[in-house]
């Protein structure tokens, strides 16, 4: 993509649009991680945690994939986090 085409007004929109699709699909990937960690799909896989599953199958660093566990659990903990996610008013860290 050549951004000197766009005007500062369009790459600005475009940044916001990406930016919300950003944390739509974020709170997408952390409710399919839930789910696959209720129903211990990553053992299926040979994997021995949702951890491991996560570095090892997915490429995630050790940190991120903490991050998301751990952020997919609250999600079923504290419900509400979903929409604070979604705003951009809580994130992963």
């Not at 990937?29 to 021995?48: C, D, P, S």
């Amino acid at each position: 993509m050549n951004f000197k085409d766009l005007s500062n007004k369009e790459l600005i929109s475009d940044f916001e649009k990406l930016v919300i699709s950003e944390r739509k699909i974020t709170h997408l990937v952390l409710l399919h991680i839930l789910e696959i960690e209720q129903r211990k799909l990553y053992a299926e896989f040979g994997y021995e945690s949702l951890f491991t599953y996560l570095t090892k199958h997915f490429g995630y660093g050790e940190s991120s994939a903490y991050r998301r566990i751990q952020s997919a659990r609250l999600l079923k903990q504290v419900p509400q986090a979903s929409a604070q996610l979604e705003t951009g008013a809580l994130n992963l860290s």
